[in-house]
């Protein structure tokens, strides 16, 4: 039995990138997990990302191919990744979403489980906002949202700084260059198994 997973994100400099990534890692973990991992068309024009200092991050993952929207209806779980734009996804994602209406319009995502992860560059920049921006679309597909429960310690630690909700993994870049840390990266590993596993059940019921 398989379960076919996409991961689809924006990134700009990177941090939801390295997330998407150790989500990957989390859900291969699930037996039968079949796992690709896209990112969605850039808006921004060349010249703005220069001067953002974006183009030479955006270099790092620039071999990940990008996401196609009647590919989605191929998929048995979903993880949707985007920084937070004032508290709600990038336009980049929007975009993408907003592509899906034929989706929608056949029911093509009904019943498949999906998740979510972010980035901001503070603390209390909006990533449950955000996150939840995200569900909003999902719920609307007729999905099945999840996101991370306590039992993985790591969301309750007050060790250090640390990203990563109950409504999905996220990280905190700050304004020096700071990139996921090991606590970020095994939430969002751990939200890529435990939601694969939940999709992996649910495929399994409805082929009994
Ligand atoms: C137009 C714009 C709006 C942003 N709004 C917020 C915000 O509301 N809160 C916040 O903490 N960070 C905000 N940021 C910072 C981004 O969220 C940050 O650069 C991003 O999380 C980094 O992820 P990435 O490396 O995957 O691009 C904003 C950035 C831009 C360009």
Known sequence: MSVRVQIIFYSMYGHVWRLAEAVADGARQVPGAQ??????????????LEQAGAKAARAAFGHVPLAAVDHLAEADCLFIGSPTR??????QMRNFLDQTGGLWSRGALVGKVGSCFTSTASQHGGQETTL?????????????????????????????????????????????????????????????????????????????
Do not use: K, W
């Not at 004032?86 to 336009?91: D, L």
């Not at 996101?147 to 409504?167: E, M, V």
């Not at 970020?184 to 409805?206: N, P």
């Open 35 to 48: 796992v690709e991992v896209y990112q969605v068309q850039e808006l921004v024009p060349d010249a703005v």
């Open 86 to 91: 004032f508290g709600n996804m990038a336009a």
């Open 132 to 208: 939840t921006s995200m569900h909003t679309t999902l719920l609307h597909h007729g999905m099945v949202v999840a996101g991370i429960p306590y039992s993985d310690a790591r969301l309750s630690s007050n060790q250090a700084i640390s990203g990563g909700t109950p409504y999905g993994a996220s990280t905190i870049t700050g304004s020096d260059g700071r990139m996921p840390s090991d606590n970020e990266l095994g939430i969002a590993s751990f939200q890529g198994q435990h939601v694969t596993a939940l999709a992996a059940a649910l495929v399994r019921g409805r082929t009994a």
